[in-house]
Nanobody
Framework: QVQLVESGGGLVQAGGALRLSCAAS????????FGWHRQAPGIPRELVAT???????NYADSVKGRFTISRDNAKSTVYLEMNSLKPEDTAVYYC????????????????WGQGTQVTVSS
């Protein structure tokens, strides 16, 4: 099992910045990729960004150029640097850790954090 603990959420004004962190513990050798997802009230959970085992990143169009995902393998931690925040970025942000091989994601080695609230005021 892998446990994920997110931190760094909070309230920020539009145009501001936040940095989310997600620390993995437990059987961390069973994961090699991370993602951040978000869910706003009444809206399905959506992918924000991913970083695979090779460090390749992928972003939702809505956050490209504003958000940066990175990882520290030594700390088993993934980060999401969020800049130029907009009110529409308001959501609960969830960390996701999983095993992937050549772009295929494991259905069993797939873990989620509890989420951290990000609120952007206008």
């Amino acid at each position: 099992q892998v446990q994920l603990v997110e931190s760094g959420g909070g309230l920020v004004q539009a145009g501001g910045a936040l940095r989310l962190s997600c620390a993995a513990s437990g059987s961390t050798t069973s994961i090699n990729a991370f993602g951040w997802h978000r869910q706003a009230p009444g809206i399905p959970r959506e992918l924000v960004a991913t970083i695979d085992s090779s460090g390749r990143t992928n972003y939702a169009d809505s956050v490209k150029g504003r958000f940066t995902i990175s990882r520290d393998n030594a700390k088993s931690t993934v980060y999401l640097e969020m800049n130029s925040l907009k009110p529409e970025d308001t959501a609960v942000y969830y960390c996701n850790a999983y095993w992937e091989f050549r772009g295929l994601r494991s259905n069993t080695l797939n873990y989620w954090g509890q989420g951290t609230q990000v609120t952007v005021s206008s």
